[in-house]
């Protein structure tokens, strides 16, 4: 069959995503990779292609006129992006390696075939297509999604995502890793995830408020806090959630906190939630280093990723006496081998697009951060950063996984070979949802606690459930991935069968 353009424009953004470790590149980089990849195809065709496929989201703009390429597609290429994600690789696609982690874990357990498959669905899963107005009067159409893993253990609980990236397959994987995260840290939740398909930089404020309400009050027959409890992550914070609760509120008719977590603290939020899963990232590094005779004092630190995970993780990390020396965002980073202060690279990306000009550091790209020699790497951005094609570079003692699923099967294997520690995702991260449940039950009995008790109890689990992991691993002579999701799926295979199957 001869390759069309079609074939070709994918390819292209297949191998951006793989090596470009973002994906939010610009429309621009597939016509400049086809162009220096020799394609037979012209750049009109290539641009034609692009924006025609994305029209839904561009409906005043003709397919063919070129002078807005750039404003255009930065809008709406996610189209291609999305089409280019679900075609992947099985390494590549999210969904197939958390259902490869899984069946490596029901196999090893002799689970029940029939609860092996309850455990490999999601159990319900929502998709919606709705219009925005945007500032200039014109109408626009999202896609968004929510998945709902599994409710055995109690309701659902998950984040919400926007990005350009976002496709069914990968929240089906967030949800799940979500099933696994509640059961392994302990708490009444089963897993969720949200996000919708887009590029919230391209958005103004009010766009973006727009978009929140309508995608919330779409969601509203699936959310509650009884049934399903959003909470922030890629590219949502606290606003987002303020809007969430809001108009879900407003609907019910009077004001409903416990129906989302990682609210602002005067709208029923909790002090210390912005910082939990960061915290908890720190405290899992610590017992890392602990459990292999690392000193932990003076150790070398790399974080990519300089949001709510990485910036606080990489902040506590620095209190607690280990030396930074690489942070990075979406675009790139810096590298200090005397150390970098974590509050001066925040407070310098805040006011910058980019690094240059940091003072006393040297730039570098997200490929070269994950491959610096150091005692402890947290990679805290999105997933599938660390794949066999860099594994075997990565050099760090100690892998903290502060994001969901940043290692792909065929690079855990390499990882492991070459005798890296890893805390898993499910493990590392487990902090943000464990003070999100705090958040829950406090604005369930309206009745709130202080910081301090919050944190005793974030360090009290977080230690808890990284011996409980070690110790299931040296028992049942498996990786530490592996042992933690054996203590969660048995405890959710418990719950499915202490139920019992209705009807």
Known sequence: MATTCRDEVLAAAKAILRTSGTHLFSPLEIVEYLRANGTDYAESTIRTYIVSVCCINAPRHHATKFADFERVGRGVYQLVVREALQTMAPEDNPYHMALAQLKKVTDHMGLDEGIAQILASPKRELTVHFPVRMDDDSIRVFTGYRVQHNMARGPAKGGIRYHPGVNLDEIRALSMW??????????????????????????????????????????????????????????????????????????????????????????????????????????????????????????????????????????????????????????????????????????????????????????????????????????????????????GRIAAKILVEGANGPTTLDAERVLLDKGVFIAPDILANAGGVLVSYFEWVQDIQAFFWEEEVINQRLERAMVRTFADVIETASREKLDNRSAALLIAVKRVAGAIEARGIYP
């Open 178 to 391: 979500m099933t696994w995260k509640c059961a392994l840290i302990n708490i009444p939740f089963g897993g969720a995830k949200g996000g919708v398909c887009f590029d919230p930089k391209a958005l103004s404020s009010k766009e973006l408020e727009r978009l929140t309400r309508r995608y919330a009050s779409e969601l509203s027959i699936l959310i509650g806090p009884e049934k399903d409890i959003p909470a922030p992550d890629v590219n949502t914070d606290d606003r987002i959630m303020s809007w969430f609760m809001d108009t879900y509120s407003v609907n019910q008719g009077y004001s409903v906190p416990g129906v989302v977590t990682g609210k602002p603290v005067h709208l029923g939020g909790t002090v210390g939630r912005a910082e939990a899963t960061g915290r908890g990232c720190a405290i899992i590094a610590r017992e890392c280093a602990r459990t292999i005779k690392l000193p932990f004092e003076g150790a070398t630190v790399v974080v990519q990723g300089m949001g709510n995970v990485g910036g606080i993780a990489a902040k506590t990390l620095a209190q607690m006496g280990c030396k930074i020396i690489a942070m990075s965002g979406s675009s790139g980073g810096v590298y200090s081998n005397k150390g970098l202060d974590p509050d001066r690279v925040i407070a310098f990306k805040k006011g910058h697009d980019s690094f240059d000009g940091f003072p006393d550091a040297e730039p570098i790209t997200n490929a070269d951060l994950l491959e610096l020699p150091c005692d402890i790497l947290l990679p805290a951005a999105l997933e599938r950063e660390i794949t066999s094609q860099n594994a």
